[in-house]
């Protein structure tokens, strides 16, 4: 692979991610933010590949595969299955105002930027320089689990999350080693396969799935 | 060093044929059928429990493997040294000890285990409890000895909840017990911690080869007699023992009391003995107060109880205080020179276990039984069992006299051969020794005296005079398994009181100690101290007096015929009621009186009035409490600090899973600017 391709593929993978992320602040239908999480799993896939087989990782598609096929394809559906069944496709309730929510996701990506310079310090590496995109999926993913009510865009807030962690663990060492990828990502695979049967779950005995509602277990 | 080479050793075998008991055990339990399955597990168990007797005492006279390498799926010992279960002499006494004991609390369970005791779970946690008892003295290094002591204590809680559903006391007792058992493992992991940083390594070889001193071995000492001291039951950490035990199925109570407590013996005496054997002389006055403290509140609690599991779990304090003390007063006479002395105090010590784990068993399973067959473990409601439960309690009596340390049992050698220790040491020059020595043997004695009086109580109040409750007048004999365990049980108390020689010989090699030798066949004689028992002839000399005595009586029965004589002014009436008799509390009532403070003790007398008239009383009733002091200055207000801490943290943690976020999300947001700035 050429310098400039790399380059390229860097840029376009890491852009999308950064795009899905600010998109999922923006906006209340549920579907929407599904959707959004399928490109952004089909981008962190794209970046997964290209970092590995850049290092020259020989299990790098394979580990490209298998956060496509979880991230991009499992997941969102799981999800979408949860949504469809529990007929919730819009977020109910507004905690913040929608111009408040995205000056705060403004001011995170800012946040991030300002934060990765010292702690990175001078490097030429691209994909080095393409980690604040990363600490701002993270930044963001944290913000949309404070700032939403409804269970099922928590649960894109924290694969958000995951998100950017895969993306800086994978920006910063050059492709993680299959059995790493495997453990972090079937764990979050089963998180989402108990929350999506919990929400259906809870929408039938509580008649919402609104989080900041279930008080009873607060002691 | 491979776990896949055919073990052509004793030792190595024994183990390979426990581990492989053990899983069969917990496969039985959860694959038999439900009618089958107490035969079939308990069957599996009481074989691990032979084989580790056997395994056991084949280590205790010397025979050595080359020990079994634990295969490690994970990279658990990949920077340390190789797990190896190889138990050294004084291990293999323990294993030895664990293995009796657990084979006759699992052939007692054949027949006892019921309800939840007898489900998949009861027998799954019973077996891996044994097992991971029985391999905890084999370990050679801190994490494989860790690794047994959670299979330990997570096998013994999970069986301690059997009954949870039923009985709400048994929800509070584990809740203590697996506070008190984490705590043990807490400072058990923070002290080989502490060892393994110092000396370089988990094994014990590399332990004491590292010859500790200082801060280190200071540190790791206080550590671990924390540890121990938790899991033997030692005053002030004993609160759980005196709830887990009446709470458990009667034979985990035999295991838990009369092998597990000694678990933690073995810990004192693998820690002063092998990993730090030269400590200062403060670490044995250190253990000899541990001992004679938990030793005198132990018997003094046990004397006032009523509830006869709850006396037998105090007592067990009290015996493991009398052994930590003989520990203790071992170490403070090999550190001043008189290393016969001590030797024969260690060997005291050892004999105290053996004996111990013999009479404890026979009375929890006892007690077992008596549940049983009445239902109630209350002394004032018992009575008269001896005559309708002739083996319980024919056994139980063995047992008691074992316990109150009388000739012909194993309780009375070892006690005897403590005394024996104390009254010998040459404490002229030395004036620490002068002062604590004294102390110990005052405090011994009248632990041994309180120790009589209390099972002379257990025994008379509730298996002598006439039963109290219809429950107990209609009380049968239990089961042919469990007759045979109490039988068993009996046999080893007396046999270890007649024969104690040759045992006593092995126990001094464990502890390499010198001057110990059989006498005769039977007969044990201290050279280091220069005194005999042959308990044999002593019985044969005792034979020879009461027979006579007993001849003649018989003659004048028959001369003088007993004639039935009514009471003279009875108006019919009968000599004595049921409620005439002396029972637990009335008993014990002027040792409350004289230790009223320590035991914390309240009594109201309840009057109600006839109806017509003030002067004539319808009823009485006495009740009678008493508190553990230990827990009330100790424990309540420490656990009263926590729930106010708790109540404070409430504020900041209110339910709301937002906030929850909120607060990871500033902490994360702080640190990415700190490290930043």
Redesign the interface.
Known sequence: MSSELYQQLLATTTGLLLLTAVLQVWGRSTVRAIGLLVIQGTALAGLVLTVGVQAGEAAAPLVAGLLFVVKALVMPWVMLRSARLIGVTRERSA?LRPAVELIGAAGLTL?AY??????LGDTTDPATRAVPVG?SL??LG??Q??IR?SAITQLVGFLMLDNGIAAISSLTSGGLPLVVELGATLDVLLVVLILGALVVRMQAEEGHID??E??E??? | MTALEVPTHLVDAGLIAQLLLGALAVLVAVAAPARLRSVLTGSVVVLAGIAAAVTGSAALVGAVGVGLQIPVVLPLAAPLEPLVLAPDRLGGLFMALAGVVVALAALFGIGYAHGPAASRTGWTAFSVFAVGMQLVPAATDAITFLLAWELMAGGSTALLLADHASREPVRRSTVWYSVMTHLSFLFLLAGFGVLAAASGGTSWASISGAALTGTPATTAFVLLVAGFATKAGLVPVHVWLPRAHPEAPSHMSAAMSAAMVKMGVYGLLLLTLRLLPTGPRWWSIVLIALGTVSALYGILQASVQADLKQLLAYSTTENLGLITTAIGVGLLLRDSGQPAVADVALVAALLLAVSHAAFKSVLFLGAGSVLQATGERDLDLLGGLAARMPWTSGAFGVGALGAAALPVTGGFVAEWVLLQALIHVGAQADRLLAIVIPITMGIVALTIGLGLLTFVKAYGIGFLARPRTPAAAQAHEAGPAMRSALVLGAVLVVGLGLAPGPLTQALAGAVSAGGVATFGVTGLSLEAVGVVLHPVALTLLAVAVLVPLVAVNAVLARRHPRRDVTLAWGCGGERTSPRMEYNATSYSEPLVRVFRGSLQASHVVDVVHHDQSPLLVEQMTYTQETGDVIEHRLYQPATRLAARIGDLARTVQNGSIHRYVGFSFAALVLVLVVVAL
Do not use: E
């Open positions: 905690r946040l300002a934060v990765s310079g010292p702690i600490v993270v930044l944290f913000w689990l404070l009510g989080i900041s279930l008080r277990l607060h002691d």
